[in-house]
Each structure stands twice: as structure tokens, then as C-alpha cells.
């Protein structure tokens, strides 16, 4: 997994990125961070009872969700992707409204716990906390953007410890028998909490199970946001052309706790975490970016700079947002009224609310 | 106005259905050139192809799951579970996911689909192919559950249901699917849910059922009207959850005597919170005990006639209960 | 006698019965060397090494699933689910297979587990680290379900269950593990699963309870008693399934007034079936309603302070309700 | 999948298989088909309500259930499997009592559907409906076996339809992430039920999945009895010298409907099924068994005859037994004092009823 710092030669241009590109999304990336940062501080300080960490996924988040068309393709992330948020739309305040439980909180408006991202307006599809139950989910909506005859494509996010899920197998496996229009993708941080990857399965890679639902599977050095943008590409073009489904895997770690609630010196040495640090996904882009003199340290320290103020600014008015009402917890247990996702509505960012199904008749 | 069975009216209505929506799905075990294992989607592949007639894997959890994700995506499907009793490996995605959805995301997504399953015993089932399931299921806010009884009620809350904006879970008893016939009108109607129905008038108790179970207790209603003269009136609960208590405590306080007939296992099964439900709010207006008909507390009906027969509450058994209680 | 708080009292008894009959095992996640995420076997993989206490893969149908195969060939496990709220996709292992082998098999099989889970809210733990469930395996023949609301029934209760030659469900409320404290007995003993406990003595009302609450209806009990002068008898469940009625019955016919309270969901849940009980049976003891003191009928509670708050049944709701009784 | 008639040359010798231990596996064979062909019969006479029907299998199940040691290894069958049970000590007298529904059916006493097998005694383990759910039963049951150091395998058979549950690939995953002493064997009739296979997966062959879970997978021809019992024998031996699972996919065909409840004409050609009846196991099996010289068409005959004999007997003897009395209905819902498979007990054959586990100590 081991990353050199990269040659001098662009490997950029040839994917269709700009340098432009590159920029912004190294932005997103150091913007996780530094949110990441802030949110284990507030959580210090007794703001934020409940903190999941992005740190160190963050180059696999946003290579992986770049290729993707917003306002069009659909994203359904797991609790630790809030670069994949931040790539779909997703602002810091957002990210801090749903840290404190606010009733702006686009997810949920104060209801889950933080880091359970969804937004309709922006297509991300809501997420629970079990495991994996969102995969089949992505094999649906699939399924229905093929049968709506969209060019839309579908992605879904997991960790290693979601593929020994039942859930993930039926939902591969579902999508490999119509070749429908979604990408696998795992962010195989070598860790389900505490447990091993060597005590999950008995494979290296586990992308080779691909093969098991007949389509492709990758492996891709998850520290790389250059390497995972590009499997991801192809992927993504190979869903839009109609050729199917692709499991892409992609190697990261964690670098913080599995979440505030958890202590990992009990189950990973210190010196794995500090080993793990030197391929730190946004120190290896800072070099590249600068290797290819598209920018260079006092650039990056002026980035550095702006971003924080931004957060900073994004925890204030997100601290000074207004709570949910107490009362509010009975609404939305069933519609109410056609204002609702219902029959006919659809996760598609800019669908307009729900229509009724009283209206029936073609598709769209 | 036509006569119908169950399976027959289910049948039609399904399709009429598809006919006028397109967004409308079927996917499920056996669904496609079978049609079916009770032909419920009979002649549904050759009307409507494949991509609306999906014959899935053997994989009930993402029977659930994947039709989660179309109904997040503008379509309204209808997973099929081939019996109630195999719905258990979709518990989470039915009870983590498509039951709350709306609720966590605020009301920003809705998951509109109707899990259609065969349930219930009498039919040489087993311990496999016999279950109740409502009692799990009308536990669970955010899923509504509705159980018809009649074609007519069938017809009117499967359009109720795909037209819900919300999850539905509409079980179909499979003693029932030929057994009950009834005329079904012609024109479209819809049977609310969250409505129970009077199936029966009368005045000296009053008698709540749903399923099979409802046919046994107007029968035996009827027979102790022309043996004894009682006059029992018997509710329909049609919707286990969200549950009618209106209609149940109104006739419970015009009759005084109330009881509650269930196939499902007694012990913390539906008719418990019916019979909670009656004592609570109308303990004053009673003039008897309040009593349970129900399946014993064992893991299921066996195979063998005697000992199923053994396990399901029956005419006489009904009949015997509601004779004491009217005697009381 | 040493004062304990209930998850070290539940790891202390966990550990005295690994060391002292190796066929039992531990299985789940993160029960090796993070020693559980509520650290209930910390140690236990340094002490009994890694055959003993498997960490398992991310799966929770397979952990009951194995556990299963590893009873029916002479073990003992005892399989962890982190939360209560991710039993769900062991549903069908639990319910169809677990709670079902004895019976399918005429007794020819067995099997000999305690499957510990982690339930209940007011942690902050939002949709889907709150949850009550024992309202759905309350309702499984075959299956007991037991939840100890102190220390020393910990003990009693899990020594019991992982003697019991049948599927223990132990429920073990989160927000006991460090909140309730209280003597436990250094010698062995086993606490009968299947009888309820009087935990306090009163005359005027009886409260059934259990788990967290039952130690908010102790507190709400003691302060009518400290203002208004009313004694109130608080009954302790424990044991869910199978449910002793007499003893609640008993404590009902002396007081004639009852109330239940639980977190679960109100409707259909076990305070239904407990409610429904007392009125079929005791009727005609009691001087005054039926009432039920639960959580609303929401998918679950809200992440937010003052959400959650409003789910969680507390000690003033509950002394409100009481009071109202008493001066019925 | 076609199969032609063997030649000459001697295939079980090297197999270590005498020929009467081929003459005994032909005789379970065709036992099992008589007994289908009878059970049909009574279902058509309307004294048996419900048949699962075996023909078809006769040699994928032989063949896969003859390696195991008898009293010693544990068979975890699905609905299909009469003949593993027949090999397993199941006799034609026990198939009727269940399918009659009767006290005496050693499998659950009436109580279960016909087809719904288990033994303790001959360490065939209950059976349920669920599909699949009987998989990680055997992993359990392989763990436990290796941590009481028992040099025993354990062997679970299902359909093709089974490998799409999430129990299926939970338990395969576990077995291999621990390399347990257990055989999976997949009797692939290209149907569940109605479903074909193009419908459960993408994949040509289903032993392909074996890789993602690290160990080998083998796909034989389940109309050949010895292909079948050479790919099974190596697993077995490969199983109980500790080096892991292995997943057998035999390829057969289901002759008859599903159950007597089915009409597979609606899915099915007559073509298709009369085609593969040329793949006969049976007929195949005594081609083979008469190429070398080991039986002839008179010996052959007399062999069913005889057979014949013997399941009309069982037939007869069933019919007339007891039915379960009714309260009976209310028992073992619960362990009914120390007599009953309670802590201690253990499902292997020979084991004595369980022993309460308040005699603890040392396993044994
Ligand atoms: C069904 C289910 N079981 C258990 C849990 C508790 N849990 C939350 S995260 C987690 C580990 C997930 O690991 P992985 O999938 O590798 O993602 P990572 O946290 O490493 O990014 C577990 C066991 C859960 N949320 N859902
Ligand atoms: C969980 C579950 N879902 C559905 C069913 C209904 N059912 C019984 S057998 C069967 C098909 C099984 O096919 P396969 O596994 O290929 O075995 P085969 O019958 O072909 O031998 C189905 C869908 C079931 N028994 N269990
Ligand atoms: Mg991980
Ligand atoms: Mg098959």
C-alpha cells in the first residue's frame, strides 16, 4: 500500500482533469480535514457528544465521487463519507448543523446521529446505521434508472466490513444478473472497528469477488485521488454505456478512532497509525500538485488558511442554529400530504416533491 | 358487480394496476412464467415483460431492499414474499429501512411500496408454511399493515395501498385465496386503511376479527344466533396497524361484552393490544370478562391433520367462547 | 458481597462461567481485543485465547447462525450483538431456527445459547442505537427473553440462562451498564428465568415494569410516597417470556390499581399483552383503569437533546401517571 | 452437462471403491427413485397431501454423501435430499413415516412437511423451510468440531437457488476466514423452482465464488455417481487433514415438478426435461456398472424387483402406523427435564443424550 511520492510527470491531463480540477479537489479533501479536526475538538470541548471521522479516506471519497454528474447520478454513501458529501454538495455548515443536531440538519434535521447524510435536492439517499442495508438500495435505484431509460448512473460506498454482510452479496449479486448502472465501491480501511481484515475474510483483495457476480472488479491505492479518480472513471462510463456494474476497492486507513466513542490503541499499535500517516492522502496530493508546479507550499498554506476560516465560520453559525422542536419527533412518521416523497417521487436531484401516484400514466 | 375469490380478485386488481401505471412493478420468487406459486401474477410476463415482472434470486432481504431503492426512485413496486413465512430475512431492510425512511430524512424521501405475502394456516403448512406475521409487523411505526378478509375489501385496499405514499405490508391469508368468494364492483374504489369494518350488527357482544379467522366467527355468530338467539356483532379489523380503535370501542360500549379471535400465538400477539386497548377505554361500559380466541403459545401448526387442526381455532371452539361470554 | 455496577457485574459472571466450564464460547464483533465495545469481555482474549472469544466478520444472521451449529455440536455459546438494534438481519436464524429446532425435531435437538444484546435508549443513540426489541421476541414460542434491571438479577438471571438447555435472549439495558450499581452475592446462585420480582412492597397501586424504568417507577414511587403519602408496589418483570402472570396478578388483586410502563413503542407492545392480561384476569379487583405509560408510536428517538427527551418515558411523566391513578 | 455412456475402462478401483461398494450405491440410488416414484403415486391416490420429489439427484447425492463416515461425520441436508439421508441410515420405512405424517418419522414426528430431515442418532441435522439457513449451521458445527479437536467433517448440501441468500455467502465466509473441516455442496438443477439460472447470477459456473472466499471450488458432472464421490472424497480428506472448506457444485436436473404443488410445464419444455432424462444417473450408472462387467441387465432387474419388494413393504408398514396424538402438539416447545439435547449434548451420532451443563469441566 505504500505510496512514493509521485514523478514529475503529469498523470493528470491524460484523465481529462484540469488543473483547475485538481485544485478543487484538493480543496474538498483538506476541507474534510480540517472539518475532521473541528469536530473532534468541539467533541473535546463537550459541544459534539458524537464524532465519525473521515481522516485518511479522504483522497478514495473524493476520487471515487468526482466522476460522478451532480444533478443527475445518485450517491449513497456510509457514515464515514463526508468527502463523498462534500463532492455531491454538501456544505461544512451542513456537516456541522448535523453534528450538533440542529433542525437545519439537511439529513435529518436533528434526528440521527451525526454523519448519517442524505439530501434529496442533492441525491444523496438518506442512510441508516446498519451495515450494508443501503447496497441493495443502489442496486434499486439502478434498476429504476435503467427502466426509466436514464443515462444516469448510480454509486454506493461501504467499508470492508460491509461485504460480510448478507445484504452485500444480494445486492452485487442482484446487480450483476440485470448489468444495471451502479459502482461498488469499498473503502477497505483493513478494519471493522477493531476486527482484522484477516479475521473477515480469507482473501487479499476483496475486489476478486467481483468475478463471482460476473463483472470487474479494482483494487486501487486509496491514498492515490488520482488512481481511485481513474477507476472510478472507467467504471462509471462502462455503468453509463450500459455494460454493468464494477466493484471497485479502495486500500485507505483510518487515522483517527472509529468514532469518539472508541479507543483503537486497544486493537492497532501506534506505530501502524504513524506508518499509516506517512502516506497521508492529502500530504501525497499537496506533493504531486506542487511536483507538477501547479502549485506550491505558500500556495497550500494560503488554501490551508482560507479553508479554516471558512470552517470556522460554518461551526459558529451552525452552533447558533435553532434546535428541533421536542414536538416536531411525531412529524413524518407518514406523509404528509403530497408535499412528501411518494408515489412518483424520485431520489433524481431537481425532480421536483413528490406528485401523487393518482396521477398515473407514462414515465418522467 | 362480479362474483370473485381472493386469488382471483387480487389477481385482477394487480393488473389493473400495472395496466394504468407503468411505474408499477412486480419482483419476487416465481413471479414471472410461473406467475406465481398461488398465480397471483398469472399471464403478468406476457402482458407486461420482464422489466416489469421480475423473476429475482432467492434472496428475500434484497427482494426488499432493492425495491426500497426503485421506490426511491419513482417507481412503486410490489415485492412478493412467496410465503409469510420466508419475509424473515428482510426484517431489517422492512423494519431499519423502508419503515423509517421518512421519518429520518425529515420527510425528505418516502419509500411508496406494498409488500404483498401469503400467510396463515389450515393448509397443511407446517411450521414453514403456516405463520402469522402481523403481530411482528403492526409493532413497527412508519409500516402500515392491512389483512382483507373479502374480495371486495382486497380489491379496494390493494388500490388503497399502491396508492399509499407510504409502505404497506398487505397479507393475503392463503386458506383464504379460494375458499371466500364475494361479489367485487366493477368501478374503481378504495377501502381506507386505518378503517375497520362492521362485518355483522349486533347488540350482545361484540366479536373482533381479521383474516380467516373473521369467516369462522360470523359462522359461529350465526349459528348462535339461530340456536340461542344472541346477537353478536363481528368486527373486521381489516388494518392491524395503524389499528381502529373508533370503531372497536363504539361497538364494545353499545354491546358491553367483547372478544378477540386471532390465529397468531396468544401471548403478546395483535389481540392483545386490541383487548389492552378496549380495557383502557372502555372498562366502565363492560358487562363480561374480556376473552381471547387465539393460537397456543407453540412455535407452530404441525403437519400431521390432528396436530395442526389441534393448533387453529376453529367454528366450534369460536362458537364455544361466545356462547359463554354471552351467557355471562 | 461487593457493590457492582451491572456491566461489570454481567462480565465478572461471564468470566467465572468461561473459566469454569470450557464449552462456553464468546462470539460477535469486537469482542476480542477491543474486549467489546461496552467492554463486557475485556480481558477475555488474553485469558481464554482466541478459539474461545471470536471476533466475528460484520454479520450479525451468521453469529446467531454459527451459534447455533456450535450448540448443536456440544458448545455453549454466547453470541454478543453489539447493539439490539442490529439483531434484526438475525431474525430468521433466531426466530425460524433457534426458537423452532426443539419443537420441529420432536425434542431430538436442542439448543443451548444466551444471546446477549445491548438495548434501549437515552444514550444518544438516536434511530438506530435505542431500540427496544423485545416486544418482537417476546411474541417467539420457543425463545425466552429475560432482562435483569440490577446487579445481583444479572447474575442470577445470566447464570440461569447459560444453564438453560434452550435460546436465552438477554437483554441488557445500555444505560443501566454504569448508571445502576448494587450488591452482588459472591457465591453462586441462579435467579429463576420465567418469575417476576417484587422490588417494592406497596398497597395502593401496582406499577409493572422493567429494565431502565423500572428504576424510574421506583423513584417515581418514592416520591408520591415521600409527598402524597401513597404506596405504590413496583413489579419487576424480568423475565419477558415466558411471563409470570401470577405474580403481577397477585400484587394487582392486593392493591387493585395498575399500571405498566416500558420504553417500547406503546402499540403492541409488551405492555399490551401484560395490560390485557390484568384484565382478563383481575378484572373484577380493580378500582380504577388500566393505564399505559410508554414510548410514542415514532419510529424511534432523535439524536437531539430535547427529541430524544421528548421519546423516553421519565420519572415525572411516570409520577404523573401514577398520581392520577392513585387519586382515582 | 451431457453425459455419454462410459466406456470400459475401470473408473472406481483407483477410487479405492469395491465392486460391492458400487452395487450398494446403486441399490441407494434406485431405492431413492422408488421411493419417489411411489410417493408420487400415493400423492396421486390422495393419501399423501405433499411430495418432494428426488429424482434426478440420485447420483450428485450418493456420490457426495458416500466419502463421509457413517457415526462420525455430520450431514446437514436440504428438502431435496433423500439419498444422502438413505446413505446417511435413513431407511425407505423412515421416508414413508414422514411423508405420512406419522409419530414414528424419526425427522420431527409429524410435525414437520414430508422432506424435512433429521436425525440425531445418525447425526443428520434438523431441517427447516428457509432456504439457506441450515449453511451456517454447518459452519458452526465444523468450528465446533475443531475446537473439541475431533478429526470429524461435516458436510451441507442445498440448491443452486440457496447460494443467492446472504446466509450462503455469510457462512462460506466464516468457514473460510477459518479454515474448518467442511464440505459445501451445491446440487445445481439450474432452477429454483421456476427461476432459472440466468435469473440467480451472472456466472456461468457458481464454484467460481470459492475464491472470494479462499478456498477451492469444483464444478462435476452430478449425473456421474463416480465424479461425484471423487470430487467429494478429496474434499472430505482435504477437509479432515485441517486444510479448509471446499464448495462442490454438482450439475444434475430435477426430473419431476418442484414438489407434487408445482406445474413445471409453465417454465419448463418437455424437450428440455426429456433431454436430460437421457442423462439418466441411474441408467448411466448401471451402463457403467455393466461396461465392467460387474452386473448384468437380469442381475439389474432383479435388483428392483427386489427393491421394488421393499418399498412397497415400508409403504404398507408406514401407512398402518400411529398418527401423533394431538395434545402432543404442545410439547418440546421447551427442553423437557435433562433428557433432551440441552447443554453438552452434541449432534454427533453415538453421543449419548445430552447432559445438563451444570456438570461443567473439561470438554468430552
Ligand atoms: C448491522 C450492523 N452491525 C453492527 C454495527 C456496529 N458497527 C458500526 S460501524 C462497524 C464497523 C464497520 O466497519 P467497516 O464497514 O469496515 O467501515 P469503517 O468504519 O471501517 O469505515 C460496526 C461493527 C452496525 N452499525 N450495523
Ligand atoms: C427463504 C425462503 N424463500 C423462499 C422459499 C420457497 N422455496 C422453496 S424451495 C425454493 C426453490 C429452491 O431452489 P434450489 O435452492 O435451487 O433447490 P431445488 O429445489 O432446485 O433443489 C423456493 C423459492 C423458501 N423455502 N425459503
Ligand atoms: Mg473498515
Ligand atoms: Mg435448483
Redesign the interface.
Known amino acids: 500500500m505504500a505510496t512514493r511520492v509521485k514523478q514529475a510527470e503529469d498523470r493528470h491531463s491524460s484523465l481529462g482533469l484540469t488543473d483547475d480540477d485538481l485544485l478543487s479537489m484538493y480543496r474538498t479533501m483538506l476541507t474534510a480535514r480540517l472539518c475532521d479536526e473541528q469536530q473532534f475538538r468541539l467533541n473535546r470541548q463537550g459541544r459534539a457528544?458524537?464524532v465519525v471521522p473521515v481522516s485518511g479516506h479522504e483522497a478514495a471519497q473524493v476520487g471515487t465521487a468526482w466522476p460522478l454528474v451532480r444533478g443527475k447520478d445518485?450517491y449513497v454513501p456510509y457514515y464515514r463519507d463526508m468527502a463523498v458529501c462534500l463532492v455531491a454538495g454538501f456544505t461544512a455548515k451542513d456537516v456541522f448543523l448535523g453534528l450538533f443536531?440542529?433542525a437545519d440538519d439537511p439529513?435529518?434535521?436533528?434526528?440521527?446521529?451525526?454523519a448519517?447524510w442524505?439530501?434529496?435536492r442533492l441525491g444523496i439517499?438518506?442512510g441508516?446505521?446498519?451495515?450494508?442495508?443501503q447496497?441493495?438500495?443502489?442496486?434499486?435505484?439502478?434498476?429504476?434508472?435503467k427502466?426509466?431509460g436514464e443515462d444516469s448512473v448510480v454509486a454506493s460506498w461501504f467499508g470492508d466490513?460491509?461485504t460480510?454482510?448478507?445484504?452485500?452479496?444480494?445486492?452485487l449479486?442482484?446487480a450483476?444478473?440485470h448489468?444495471l448502472p451502479t459502482v461498488f465501491v469499498c473503502e477497505n480501511n483493513k478494519y471493522?472497528?477493531?476486527?482484522p481484515l484477516?479475521?473477515?475474510?480469507?482473501?487479499e483483495e476483496l475486489s476478486?469477488?467481483a468475478?463471482?457476480?460476473?463483472?470487474p472488479g479494482a483494487t486501487v491505492d486509496g491514498n492515490d485521488v488520482l488512481a481511485s479518480y481513474e477507476a472510478m472513471k472507467e467504471a462509471v462510463e462502462r455503468a453509463r454505456s450500459g455494460a454493468g456494474p464494477t466493484l471497485i476497492e479502495t486500500n485507505c486507513y483510518r487515522f483517527y478512532p472509529h468514532t469518539s466513542?472508541?479507543d483503537d490503541r486497544?486493537?492497532r499499535s501506534r506505530e501502524e497509525v504513524e506508518e499509516a500517516r506517512k502516506n497521508d492522502p492529502i500530504l501525497l496530493f499537496g506533493n504531486y500538485l506542487k511536483s507538477v508546479g501547479i502549485t506550491d507550499d505558500a500556495k497550500l498554506e494560503g488554501v490551508r488558511e482560507e479553508l479554516k476560516a471558512e470552517v470556522d465560520r460554518a461551526v459558529d453559525e451552525a452552533w447558533n442554529a435553532p434546535?428541533?422542536?421536542?414536538?416536531?419527533?411525531?412529524?413524518?412518521?407518514?406523509?404528509?400530504g403530497?408535499?412528501?416523497?411518494?408515489?412518483?417521487?424520485?431520489?433524481?436531484p431537481g425532480?421536483d416533491e413528490?406528485t401523487?401516484?393518482?396521477a398515473?400514466?407514462?414515465?418522467g | 358487480m362480479a362474483e370473485k375469490n381472493m386469488v382471483q380478485t387480487i389477481h385482477d386488481t394487480l393488473h389493473d394496476e400495472m395496466k394504468?401505471?407503468?411505474?408499477v412493478?412486480v419482483l419476487g420468487e416465481d413471479v414471472g412464467a410461473r406467475g406465481g406459486v398461488f398465480r397471483v401474477t398469472q399471464g403478468f410476463l406476457e402482458e407486461f415483460g420482464e422489466?416489469?415482472v421480475i423473476d429475482?434470486?432467492l434472496?428475500e432481504?434484497?427482494i426488499?431492499?432493492?425495491?426500497?431503492?426503485?421506490?426511491?426512485?419513482?417507481?412503486?413496486?410490489i415485492p412478493e414474499i412467496q410465503f409469510a413465512d420466508f419475509i424473515h430475512?428482510a426484517f431489517?431492510?422492512i423494519v431499519?429501512?423502508a419503515a423509517?425512511?421518512?421519518?429520518?430524512?425529515?420527510?425528505?424521501?418516502?419509500?411508496?411500496m406494498v409488500i404483498r405475502a401469503p400467510w396463515g394456516g389450515g393448509v397443511h403448512g407446517a411450521l414453514y408454511h403456516s405463520q402469522s406475521i402481523e403481530g411482528f409487523y403492526g409493532h413497527v411505526?412508519?409500516l402500515?399493515v392491512v389483512i382483507p378478509a373479502t374480495p371486495r375489501d382486497a380489491k379496494g385496499l390493494l388500490r388503497a395501498a399502491?396508492?399509499?405514499?407510504?409502505p404497506v405490508m398487505f397479507l393475503e391469508h392463503k386458506k383464504t385465496y379460494r375458499l371466500i368468494k364475494g361479489e367485487v364492483p366493477d368501478e374503481d374504489y378504495e377501502v381506507p386503511i386505518g378503517k375497520a369494518d362492521v362485518k355483522r350488527e349486533g347488540d350482545d357482544v361484540t366479536c373482533v376479527s381479521y383474516g380467516l379467522m373473521l369467516h369462522h366467527c360470523l359462522e359461529a355468530a350465526q349459528k348462535l344466533q339461530d340456536e340461542d338467539g344472541v346477537s353478536v356483532e363481528v368486527v373486521d379489523v381489516r388494518t392491524i396497524a395503524p389499528l381502529d380503535k373508533e370503531t372497536i370501542l363504539e361497538s364494545v360500549k353499545k354491546t358491553g361484552k367483547a372478544m378477540v379471535v386471532y390465529e397468531d400465538n396468544r401471548t403478546y400477539g395483535p389481540g392483545a393490544e386490541i383487548v389492552a386497548t378496549i380495557a383502557e377505554e372502555a372498562m366502565l361500559d363492560l358487562d363480561g370478562p374480556l376473552v381471547r380466541v387465539a393460537g397456543p403459545d407453540i412455535p407452530a401448526m404441525g403437519f400431521a391433520s390432528n396436530i395442526e387442526h389441534f393448533y387453529m381455532p376453529d367454528v366450534e371452539k369460536i362458537h364455544a367462547a361466545m356462547k359463554e361470554l354471552a351467557e355471562f
Chains 1, 4 share one sequence.
Open positions: 457528544p458524537f445518485i443536531g440542529k439529513s435529518s434535521g436533528g434526528r440521527q446521529m451525526p448519517h442524505g439530501s434529496r439517499i438518506t441508516s446505521s446498519p451495515i450494508a442495508t447496497i441493495p438500495h443502489a442496486s434499486g435505484i439502478a434498476y429504476a434508472m427502466y426509466r466490513g460491509a460480510s454482510e448478507g445484504d452485500w452479496h444480494e445486492a449479486n442482484f450483476g444478473i448489468k471493522a472497528i477493531s476486527v484477516s479475521k473477515q475474510c480469507a482473501v476478486v469477488r468475478e463471482g457476480y460476473g463483472f466513542d472508541d486497544t486493537y434546535d428541533p422542536e421536542p414536538e416536531s419527533a411525531t412529524r413524518h412518521v407518514f406523509a404528509e403530497s408535499g412528501e416523497g411518494g408515489p412518483g417521487g424520485s431520489s433524481s425532480d413528490a401523487s401516484s393518482k398515473s400514466g407514462p414515465l | 394504468a401505471d407503468d411505474r412493478v422489466q416489469r429475482t434470486p434472496a432481504s434484497s426488499v431492499g432493492v425495491a426500497i431503492g426503485m421506490a426511491l426512485h419513482g417507481l412503486i413496486p430475512p431489517d431492510q431499519s429501512e423509517r425512511i421518512r421519518y429520518r430524512s425529515n420527510g425528505d424521501f418516502g419509500v411508496p411505526p412508519g402500515k399502491i396508492r399509499d405514499p407510504d
